[in-house]
């Protein structure tokens, strides 16, 4: 089977998606996209598990509590969930740790416990994570350290060189979105990481500015990431394309 572009991360259960989701779903369908569906709350992830019924298996369903709303939210709810589709879900994500909005001490302590708790079961069903790790990079890698899981995708990198090194010496996975298309930081990330960890994502619908003019980030932005990133990486769109595809079989641990 050829090549198939892939969206590490997008959260297609997002109200901003609501009055174009089935466009994107019939343009994944007919373009042939994968599209890596990730959770922020309980309730993101059960309306994920919704694309169970109605959706072909380009979907690939995530769930997770994103730090930003672990403080109310139930882990155990969420791993009780993960156990009962254990076999229908493809990992477990968003998760991780937020510097930039972790100013307080119980706040900090909630978002540790949540994490460490999806660490768990995602270690329990080998399950692949994605993780998000703003300002936090160094923790969140001390903390995986600890655990034995497929696969590690730092979503959305945005760390430094040093960081990025410690991370694809232990094998974790980067997507790099729309900020590579006019990021010079992003790029020489890009340039820096190794072709077999490298995934593409739009994180969508967060919106990008700069040459997206402010639009909701959609699957058909990741021709033009891949573009760009071909460009810095000195390779060919298609064989990049290619190893894309195959990085994301591996992430995945499963053929898509």
């Given amino acids: 089977m050829p090549s198939r572009i892939v969206d590490a991360h997008i959260h297609l259960t997002e109200q901003d998606f609501s009055n174009t989701l089935s466009y994107l779903l019939s343009d994944a369908k007919t373009t042939g996209k994968i599209l890596l569906s ?15 019924k109605d959706v072909p298996d380009f979907v690939k369903i995530f769930i997770g509590i994103h730090p930003h709303f672990s403080v109310n939210e139930d882990a155990q709810e969420l791993i009780n969930i993960a156990k009962k589709f254990q076999k229908e879900i493809s990992g477990i994500g968003e998760i991780g740790l937020d510097g930039k909005y972790n100013n307080v001490k119980s706040s900090n302590r909630k978002q540790r416990d949540v994490f460490l708790s ?13 993780i998000h790790s703003r300002n936090a990079t160094d923790e969140v890698m001390e903390i995986i350290s600890s655990y034995t899981i497929p696969a590690v995708l730092l979503h959305w990198f945005s760390g430094d060189l040093i960081q990025l090194k410690k991370g694809y010496a232990q094998g974790y996975y980067f997507s790099f979105g729309p900020a590579a298309v006019y990021s010079k930081k992003i790029r020489e990330l890009a340039s820096a990481t190794p072709l077999d960890l490298i995934l593409t994502e739009t994180d969508g619908p ?17 021709p033009s990431i891949l573009f760009s990133l071909s460009s810095c990486l000195s390779m060919s769109y298609d064989d990049l394309v290619t190893q894309v ?12």
């Fill in 206 to 222: 967060v919106k990008f500015g700069s040459c997206f003019s402010a639009k909701q980030a959609v699957p058909a932005f990741i």
């Fill in 38 to 52: 990730v959770a922020v709350d309980v309730a993101s992830s059960k309306a994920n598990l919704s694309f169970l």
């Fill in 245 to 256: 595809y195959e990085n994301s079989i591996n992430y995945l641990g499963q053929n898509i």
């Fill in 118 to 130: 999806l660490l768990s079961i995602a270690e329990s069903l080998k399950k692949p994570v994605s």
